[in-house]
């Protein structure tokens, strides 16, 4: 089985310190060019326009005609590759990094590109289930990055030790052993109750800036039950 390519940087003992495979650059360069052309290249009229038609609007699907339009579905994966802030594309892509990497040297490009589809349409549609009537977009790659921290936990946080790759290992563990791993709990544990207080804390905010923790979850759980669906064994 072919390596995927990475990007290596190296420590002064020779090891690599990450290794982030080609699809995850990709990603990242992506989410970083969509928001430089809105946040800087597009006037202000222009870059509503463009959150308008790009962003995930709840309301675009319960109180208008082009629900079942093709761009109205674009939106509950077009939305992942946007962000609202230099902050908020930083935390983002740092998380992709860390979480990414391993998972997409684990499956391959191909497979890590539909799980983040899955797993971004996944949290749109549980935002959607909690505001269907909210007309505050959703920007960011959080839906689809929780899944990939549900992903890992699946794997029981296992990565190789090799200086050529930072892939997952092993078998992905079943549920009930997952559950019972106390680094899996106490990641769970706090993963939750991080998510769930900034969210909280965040309502009081304008609400196209606030934190979309129940997106954060829908994605997460998708990553979490569902990796089984998109793994392939390590040669």
């Excluded at 929780?146 to 050529?164: E, I, N």
């Excluded at 009081?204 to 392939?232: C, K, P, T």
Aim: some cysteine; charged content about 10%.
């Amino acid at each position: 089985m072919s390596e995927p390519e990475t990007t290596r940087t190296r420590s002064s003992g020779g090891e690599p310190m990450f290794n982030i495979p080609g699809i995850i650059l990709a990603a990242i360069g992506i989410c970083i060019a969509v928001f430089v052309y809105q946040a800087y290249i597009l006037d202000g009229t222009q870059a509503v326009e463009f959150l308008w038609n790009y962003a995930f609007i709840p309301s675009r699907f319960s109180q208008f005609e082009d629900a079942a339009s093709t761009q109205a579905w674009f939106t509950t994966i077009s939305y992942s590759f946007m962000h609202g802030s230099v902050t908020h594309i930083a935390l983002n892509m740092i998380w992709l990094a860390a979480f990414g990497s391993p998972l997409a040297a684990r499956i391959g490009p191909l497979r890590l590109t539909l799980f983040w589809f899955a797993t971004s349409v996944a949290a749109a549609l549980t935002h959607f289930a909690i505001y269907p009537d909210s007309m505050a977009p959703l920007v960011g790659a959080s839906g689809a990055v929780s899944g990939m921290m549900g992903a890992a936990a699946r794997f029981g946080f296992r990565r190789s030790t090799s200086r050529h790759s930072a892939a997952f290992l092993g078998d992905i563990l079943p549920i009930i052993v997952a559950l019972r791993m106390r680094t899996v709990l106490t990641f769970l544990g706090v993963w939750f109750a991080t998510n769930i207080v900034t969210g909280l804390l965040s309502l009081g905010a304008e609400g196209s800036a606030s934190i979309a923790w129940e997106a954060h979850i829908g994605g997460f759980i998708v990553g979490f039950f569902g990796v089984s669906l998109f793994d392939r064994r390590m040669a």
